[in-house]
């Protein structure tokens, strides 16, 4: 009996007919671009051959408009979006080969997606006959002994688990359509000219909504002011231990006291060591965290490497909420192999040495993976963004075995009159871990020798008058730590979801701001429809969806309960829709006028965005043919008028704001080097 193997994407595909194959995988020419393996085995052939990526989507499974929409269901995505046309010669391929086999193998990445998308396939190939009897292929890295031992250790598919991802694209995409065509009716009704494109979601509203009040609480922040008063003692700066203080009559207390007595005595000096423990392996939510504090690279395209990296079997897989190793992982043969790397033989051979193999973790558990750790694989060919996100991640692992950091702790507090003053100290006695993760940082802060009883004199004293601070704007790594910490989205849709508010122009910049029309939205659907964005509404759709993978609730019974509360969000919204049209209108005003970016300097018409037969957009004048005056645009960009020109050519100054939230001002004549705005 044939068998043919699913993966996610033709390169996994290439891993596993290698890995099964022992060399004698045989690759073949598929439908239209697309190829599969075919290994000789038992008497019988095993076809590996790959998806890439859904080529199944949800669709309107009638041909009704507007909304409600709430009938759906699955179709071949290149029937449905032009765009994923690719998908076809794949899907062509795995039908002509699931019509000769008998078993299936589900060989998908092994988390709620990778559930979707093969078990979908398997329906689709099986008509739905042999679902319960195809098996599935487990594995976090794409090694050889992996894969193998995935392949001789199949499991049943997990149907439970793949309810639970259907529901969820089901509910995504109808609370998507239908909140987002509501959204477009009440800005657009009565309207003339240009439709705009406005969205809004299950898990984009609630996002938008924390990003909001973030911005609200810094629009409302009022600042206070307050004191701090500090002396220089042997170089050294001591704080008032009373620390910030709010009323100034105090502050003027304290500091009298203090010049009053000039000389003072060091009342304590304590000095002890302490242990600083190594970081945890990363998760996922981590290592964008970490790559964005240290390298500044986006969340979205941390991801995305590791994925490369994991395909390339370099790491493991990176869509990970553990931050636990098992011993299975032979976690000795892994430091084993990273000593014959030269860029960490010495630290990995150090813990060789020493045995030391038992690794510090954290206290997240993902069922299905481990933290994400190098396979031992040297890699070859690394890109320069792969290289830096692999070092992260093989120096975090190795050091989670490392001896805890030696820390001198030093605090010192000296007394003037009835004030006391003190002082914190910190240096790194022993590096240990921190030598091995180069990217951990300790701000190291050196005190003089003080005596404990010692007569000190200050040798400046000084009151600062300082305000209270607003809370930061989240950075894109801070709000999708803040999405997993009210449990929004998925570790592997958050980064997305995020860059969804970028290009809708909801919010900007990389210290994340809600941008006019982004407060504009929240606040008419806050204020008339507040379950959209109202974090507890989505919450309990995934807490619900989680009871399906664990089989305490059915895909139907969520599917019907997500479907009523949608409902109940629409006759809500359709009740105040004029009221959410009318706080709309400032924003659409906004919106209206940026189409505009100015004025022609050649014959005083209106500069617009104008898009040519190709769909490239660049600037053109309104009085064209007559003016044939003409600006190029960088393509997928938004382009926004800032009402000023160069004085020197005339034209526009405009904002240009590309993907994850960029943002620069230029002058639309990009060969005036020495433009001027007025």
């Not at 008339?528 to 139907?556: F, H, P, Q, Y």
């Amino acid at each position: 009996m044939d068998t043919l193997i699913i993966a996610e994407k033709p390169s996994v595909a290439q891993r596993i007919a290698i890995a099964l194959g022992e060399g004698r995988a045989e690759r073949k020419r598929g439908m239209g671009r697309s190829s599969y393996y075919e290994i000789k085995k038992d008497g019988g052939s095993v076809y590996v051959a790959a998806a890439v990526g859904h080529i199944f989507t949800i669709k309107q499974s009638d041909s009704a408009r507007g909304y409600p929409v709430l009938n759906v269901e699955w179709a071949p995505s290149y029937m449905v979006n032009k765009k994923a046309g690719y998908t076809k010669d794949y899907l062509d391929t795995l039908s002509m080969l699931g019509k000769n086999c008998g078993s299936f193998i589900n060989a998908c990445d092994f988390d709620l997606e990778g559930t979707v998308i093969g078990t979908n396939i398997i329906r689709h190939l099986s008509k739905g006959m042999q679902v319960n009897e195809a098996r599935r292929m487990k594995f976090s890295t794409t090694t050889t002994q992996d894969l193998v031992y995935a392949f001789s250790n199949l499991s049943p598919l997990d149907m439970n688990n793949f309810y639970a991802g259907e529901a969820r694209h089901m509910l995504d995409w109808l609370w998507g359509i239908n909140l987002s065509r509501a959204l477009m009716r009440a800005i657009n009704e009565g309207s003339a000219g240009k439709k705009e494109v406005l969205s809004i979601g299950r898990v984009q509203g609630p996002t938008l909504a924390v990003l909001a009040k973030r911005e609200q609480e810094i629009s409302a922040f009022a600042p206070k002011p307050f004191w701090r008063i500090t002396v220089e003692v042997k170089a050294a700066e001591l704080t008032n231990t009373k620390g910030d203080i709010f009323e100034e009559e105090r502050a003027k207390s304290a500091e009298n006291e203090t010049r009053a007595h000039p000389n003072g005595l060091i009342e304590m000096v304590e000095e002890k060591r302490e242990e600083l423990w190594p970081y945890p392996p990363f998760d996922l939510t981590s290592l964008q965290l970490e790559a964005s504090r240290t390298l500044h690279i986006d969340p979205s395209v941390t991801l995305a490497t590791a994925q490369s990296l994991y395909e390339r079997a370099y790491i493991s897989y990176p869509r990970t909420s553990s931050q636990k190793l098992p011993g299975i992982l032979n976690l000795p043969r892994i430091i084993s192999d990273l000593a014959k790397n030269p860029e960490y033989k010495s630290d990995a051979e150090a813990l060789i040495k020493e045995k030391r193999f038992r690794p510090r973790e954290g206290s997240k558990i993902d069922e299905a993976h481990p933290a994400i750790f190098p396979t031992g694989i040297i890699p070859k060919n690394l890109g320069k963004v792969e290289g830096m996100i692999y070092d992260l991640i093989t120096r975090r692992f190795l050091a989670c075995f490392a001896k805890p950091a030696v820390i001198a702790a030093t605090k010192v507090v000296a007394k003037f009159g009835a004030e006391s003053y003190s002082a914190t100290g910190k240096r790194v006695i022993e590096g240990n871990w921190m030598k091995v993760y180069k990217y951990a940082r300790i701000d190291e802060k050196v005190l003089p020798k003080f005596v404990q009883n010692e007569r000190v004199a200050y040798e400046k004293i000084e009151s600062k008058e300082l305000q209270t601070q607003p809370p930061k704007r989240y950075t894109k790594a801070g709000i999708i730590a803040e999405l997993e910490k009210k449990n929004l989205g998925t570790k592997a849709t958050r980064a997305q979801i995020v860059d969804t508010l970028f290009k809708r122009n909801y919010i900007e910049g990389s210290s994340i701001k809600v941008t006019e029309l982004g407060m504009t939205v929240y606040r008419a659907l806050k204020d008339n429809c507040e379950m959209i964005v109202d974090e507890g509404t989505t919450r309990a759709l995934e807490e619900d969806m989680d009871k399906i993978a664990k089989n305490e609730k059915s895909e139907e019974e969520v599917i019907e309960e997500g479907k009523k509360m949608l409902l109940e969000a629409l006759k809500l919204f359709d009740k105040n829709r004029a009221k959410i049209a009318e706080e709309m209108k400032s924003s659409k005003s906004v919106m209206a006028r940026a189409e505009v970016l100015g004025k022609c300097p050649v014959d005083g018409g209106d500069l617009v965005i104008r898009h040519s037969r190709a769909g490239k957009q660049f600037v053109g004048c309104s009085n064209y043919p007559k003016c044939t005056n003409t600006y190029p645009l960088p393509q997928h960009a938004k382009v926004v008028p800032t009402g000023r020109t160069c004085k020197v050519c005339g034209a526009p100054i405009v904002k240009i704001i590309l993907g994850k939230g960029k943002a620069f001002e230029s002058d639309l004549n990009i060969k005036c080097k020495e433009g001027k705005a007025v």
